[in-house]
């Protein structure tokens, strides 16, 4: 089983709420389900995310274009620091 634990400092938990929920589609038609979305208790503006992957290599090349696009469109863009997981 394959996962993929995403972290992101310096944002609202509220909003990144909302893009989650706004691009579940587009994710789930690239095999990524989000699992889980938490706050760390000791900073607020820290989130962290985990998606369960169907294809880890697809979830990965999916990902690396997204945030290739976005920083080509804003290099100042805040992305998440991707770890991607397989279980052996």
Known sequence: MAHVLARLKGVNYADIRR???ADST???EQGL???HLWRNI???NEILFLFWAGDIG???E???TIHARALHENPQAKL???VFL???
């Open 19 to 21: 893009v989650l929920v």
């Open 26 to 28: 587009r994710h789930a």
């Open 33 to 35: 389900y989000l699992e």
């Open 42 to 44: 000791d900073d607020a």
């Open 58 to 60: 697809h979830a990965r």
């Open 62 to 64: 999916f990902i690396d």
């Open 80 to 82: 998440p620091n991707m």
């Open 86 to 88: 397989e279980e052996e």
